[in-house]
């Protein structure tokens, strides 16, 4: 751990702040090149949508791989500020009555709740398309290859075989329960591309060669398991208060998850399993990696 920082909630909360600091300048009244004007209530929404809390751990992600590889931090910081921007944009959607229909999103009221649904649409519409502009932009100092491979890469995680089509999936499986099969499927794509995405996106950042980027591809893949069982068993435990959102909704749906279908002993073993995999993963990268298997236990051991 960086002698700066006392324990990792203390890094993860540094990393939040510089992640904040970065959407803060992205989403001011500054136009950008060939931008006609910034529309205020639409800006106002997005600052909104991606500045109301959070622990910002798939930025946090992206930068400490890229740390560990000895890539730009700067350039880091910017790809993660652009995942942090479709990652909000999801929320922003998904908490659309014409999806889950929540009225609260990190102890505050939605986006639609706070301004409209439609404007709450179209500043969903905006971020995701704000975060490929992040990383094209002449500002994010890499390589021309390495911004095409990133987008690419956020696409894949985020569009239909990604993050958006997981969240189809989960609209269906309140009709239908999917089998275990389906719900491993559902939730790799709905939460855990996008996490996936971050820790492959700090290989490309810095990079690395093919087999260090599939390394941390597979660590994002178990992550991105254990943070969606960890999710799901706050669901049943912790309250509304603490998580900041409705609890107990999948349950009262009749949603289909690993922790429902097996049980919480079950997923308290499965937990453990996926972060020492993680861990395993991390091997051949030595004390280098202490950060991101301090990463995979937080996921784990969170309460929130």
Same mark, same amino acid.
């Given at each position: 751990?960086? +002698?700066?920082?006392?324990?990792?909630?203390?890094?993860?909360?540094?990393?939040?702040?510089? @992640?904040? +600091?970065?959407?803060?300048?992205?989403?001011?009244?500054?136009?950008?090149?060939?931008?006609?004007?910034?529309?205020?209530?639409?800006?106002?929404?997005?600052?909104?949508?991606?500045?109301?809390?959070?622990?910002?751990?798939?930025?946090?992600?992206?930068?400490?791989?890229?740390?560990?590889?000895?890539?730009?931090?700067?350039?880091? /910081?910017?790809?993660?500020?652009?995942?942090?921007?479709?990652?909000?944009?999801?929320?922003?959607?998904?908490?659309?009555?014409?999806?889950?229909?929540?009225?609260?999103?990190?102890?505050?009221?939605?986006?639609?709740?706070?301004?409209?649904?439609?404007?709450?649409?179209?500043?969903?519409?905006?971020?995701?398309?704000?975060?490929?502009?992040? @990383?094209?932009?002449?500002?994010?100092?890499?390589?021309?290859?390495?911004?095409?491979?990133?987008?690419?890469?956020?696409?894949?995680?985020?569009?239909?075989?990604?993050? =958006?089509?997981?969240?189809?999936?989960?609209?269906? +499986?309140?009709?239908?329960?999917?089998?275990?099969?389906?719900?491993?499927?559902?939730?790799?794509?709905?939460?855990?591309?996008?996490?996936?995405?971050?820790?492959?996106?700090?290989?490309?950042?810095?990079? =690395?060669?093919?087999?260090?980027?599939?390394?941390?591809?597979?660590?994002?893949?178990? @992550?991105?398991?254990?943070?969606? /069982?960890?999710?799901?068993?706050?669901?049943?435990?912790?309250?509304?208060?603490?998580?900041?959102?409705?609890?107990?909704?999948?349950?009262?749906?009749?949603?289909?998850?690993?922790?429902?279908?097996?049980?919480?002993?079950?997923?308290?073993?499965?937990?453990?399993?996926?972060?020492?995999?993680?861990?395993?993963?991390?091997?051949?990268?030595?004390?280098?990696?202490?950060?991101?298997?301090?990463?995979?236990?937080?996921?784990?051991?969170?309460?929130?």
């Amino acid at each position: 751990m960086d +002698a700066h920082f006392k324990t990792f909630e203390d890094r993860l909360a540094g990393g939040a702040r510089e @992640i904040e +600091a970065f959407l803060d300048a992205l989403l001011s009244t500054d136009l950008l090149d060939d931008e006609i004007a910034r529309p205020e209530r639409l800006r106002a929404a997005m600052h909104y949508a991606a500045l109301n809390g959070g622990k910002r751990l798939r930025p946090f992600l992206v930068v400490e791989t890229a740390t560990m590889l000895d890539g730009n931090r700067q350039a880091a /910081l910017r790809v993660g500020a652009a995942l942090e921007c479709v990652h909000c944009y999801s929320l922003v959607h998904d908490d659309l009555p014409a999806m889950d229909d929540d009225k609260l999103r990190r102890g505050k009221p939605t986006t639609h709740i706070a301004f409209d649904e439609a404007t709450a649409i179209l500043a969903g519409d905006s971020l995701l398309t704000y975060a490929f502009d992040i @990383i094209a932009s002449a500002e994010t100092a890499l390589p021309e290859a390495s911004k095409i491979a990133l987008v690419l890469a956020l696409a894949r995680a985020a569009g239909i075989g990604g993050m =958006a089509g997981g969240q189809a999936l989960d609209l269906a +499986a309140e009709k239908q329960t999917p089998d275990e099969q389906g719900i491993v499927i559902l939730q790799a794509m709905k939460t855990g591309a996008l996490i996936r995405f971050a820790c492959e996106a700090g290989a490309i950042v810095a990079g =690395a060669s093919a087999e260090d980027r599939t390394r941390l591809r597979h660590f994002g893949e178990r @992550i991105g398991l254990a943070f969606q /069982l960890a999710d799901d068993m706050l669901d049943l435990t912790a309250d509304a208060a603490t998580m900041g959102k409705a609890t107990g909704k999948d349950a009262a749906r009749g949603k289909g998850t690993l922790v429902g279908l097996h049980g919480m002993s079950w997923a308290e073993k499965a937990l453990a399993e996926h972060v020492h995999q993680a861990e395993a993963l991390l091997a051949p990268f030595g004390e280098r990696a202490t950060v991101l298997k301090d990463a995979a236990r937080f996921i784990a051991e969170r309460s929130s």
